[in-house]
């Protein structure tokens, strides 16, 4: 069964202070790897799509990047207005024609001004 | 550009009363749509998908079912709601390509 597990599940930064999210899945043949981010109340918007090993992807203050094994969403010098939950998902492959995405529980930020 | 809707945005239910979510899209013909529930310390799980009118396809047993009776209309529904159906109800749709985008969201409350 495919798992995707995300780490920390909350981080608490200071406006400016760099890091990084890891989300580490377990899937049979890696179909992509999407990172969304999700206000409070709000559905989840997307961020970045990652296919291969290597691949990197930014924008603003956020860049994804893919290994093998794990996934690393790096925030640099981040804002208040970057606090969010943030979620990583693989498609999760139904047979029907259409794949559903198995998300992590996502890791909550919290960037104080 | 495209959108989707859904609504009610919020609801508040007793046990056994049934349910009626409406998620449309727009600017696009023939999505793929999902039904997904983000329980409370869970992550989102993919409750049912369809890739076109009439077809619908269940990932998990439930006291839930969905329709698509138009290409860009889903609905959520259930005949008695449990307390446990309770949590944060988004739509979702692909349009060919891999990227799923999300609604808004309804929020339900079983009593």
């Known amino acids: 069964e495919d798992q995707v597990t995300q780490s920390p599940e909350a981080l608490r930064l200071q406006e400016g202070e760099s890091s990084s999210l890891n989300c580490s899945y377990t899937?049979?043949?890696?179909?992509?790897l999407f990172w969304y981010r999700q206000d409070p109340g709000k559905g989840p918007e997307f961020l970045f799509t990652?296919?291969?090993a290597g691949e990197e992807k930014e924008k603003e203050r956020l860049k994804a990047t893919l290994t093998k094994k794990e996934s690393f969403l790096h925030i640099t010098a981040p804002k208040p207005e970057d606090s969010a939950t943030y979620l990583c998902a693989v498609p999760a492959y139904s047979g029907g024609g259409a794949d559903g995405l198995t998300f992590g529980k996502g890791t909550h930020l919290i960037i104080q001004p | 550009s495209q959108t989707i809707h859904q609504w009610p945005a919020t609801l508040v239910q007793p046990v056994g009363s049934p349910l009626s979510l409406e998620c449309t899209v727009e600017?696009?013909?023939?999505?793929?749509l999902y039904w997904y529930r983000q329980a409370a310390g869970r992550g989102l799980q993919l409750l049912f998908y369809?890739?076109?009118?009439?077809?619908i396809s269940s990932e998990v047993p439930q006291n839930l079912s969905a329709s698509r009776p138009q290409d860009r209309q889903f609905i959520l529904s259930s005949k008695k709601l449990l307390l446990s159906d309770s949590g944060f109800y988004l739509c979702a749709w692909t349009g060919g390509a891999d990227t799923q985008y999300f609604g808004p969201g309804t929020r339900l409350t079983v009593l």
């Open positions: 369809s890739v076109g009118i009439g077809q």
């Open positions: 990652l296919y291969s």
């Open positions: 600017g696009t013909s023939n999505p793929n």
């Open positions: 899937v049979s043949g890696l179909r992509g």
